[in-house]
């Protein structure tokens, strides 16, 4: 289980996720200074000599400045550009959103916007994944939303662990929920 305290979410992944220590910080310098905390990171592979995950799941706490349905796609275009590009090179990533949906969580109004990342299958991105399925997760709060981000690939070319981020993401997101304690 995933688990960001200081914003109090949590969210399920499946058994072969690695849960990274709570005080373990994330970033995206493209969403401004503002830290992601809950990480989980998807099974790891090898390829090309180097060790990649299959999938990401980060939570943090955004000031409400802004409609939730965008809030939600600054987040999955900055996330789907982080997550994926090769060398910090998002130019080769094409972002297929689908609408932003109204939804609850637990009673409170939220956000679900879901959508494909997709990468050239050829150059440096040999080890990426050619496709990989990500969801964003908007909860209002008082003053600000809580934002849950996951991410699993789809398609890549190394055969193992096999990659079903179009069944995990949504599972994911769909867990989502406020736990006081």
């Not at 275009?77 to 939804?103: K, M, Q, V, W």
Request: with cysteine; charged share 25%; net charge negative.
């Amino acid at each position: 289980m995933g688990y960001n305290r200081r914003i109090q979410l949590a969210y399920d992944v499946p058994g072969n996720w690695q849960v990274l220590p709570s005080d373990q910080r994330y970033s995206i310098p493209e969403l401004g200074d503002m830290t992601f905390h809950g990480l989980v990171d998807g099974p790891s592979y090898q390829c090309g000599g180097a060790t990649l995950v299959g999938g990401r799941a980060v939570s943090t706490r955004v000031l409400a400045e802004d409609t939730m349905s965008r809030t939600a796609e600054a987040f999955f275009d900055a996330a789907g550009a982080n997550f994926y590009a090769s060398g910090g090179d998002a130019r080769n990533i094409s972002l297929d959103l689908d609408e932003p949906r109204e939804t609850t969580v637990e009673g409170y109004d939220a956000v679900r916007l879901s959508g494909t990342v997709r990468l050239p299958a050829d150059g440096e991105a040999r080890c990426l994944p050619t496709e990989a399925t990500m969801a964003v997760l908007v909860v209002e709060a008082r003053d600000d939303y809580v934002v849950l981000v996951a991410s699993a690939d789809s398609e890549r070319p190394a055969p193992s662990p096999e990659a079903r981020g179009d069944r995990i993401v949504p599972r994911i997101v769909e867990s989502a929920r406020p736990v006081r304690g």
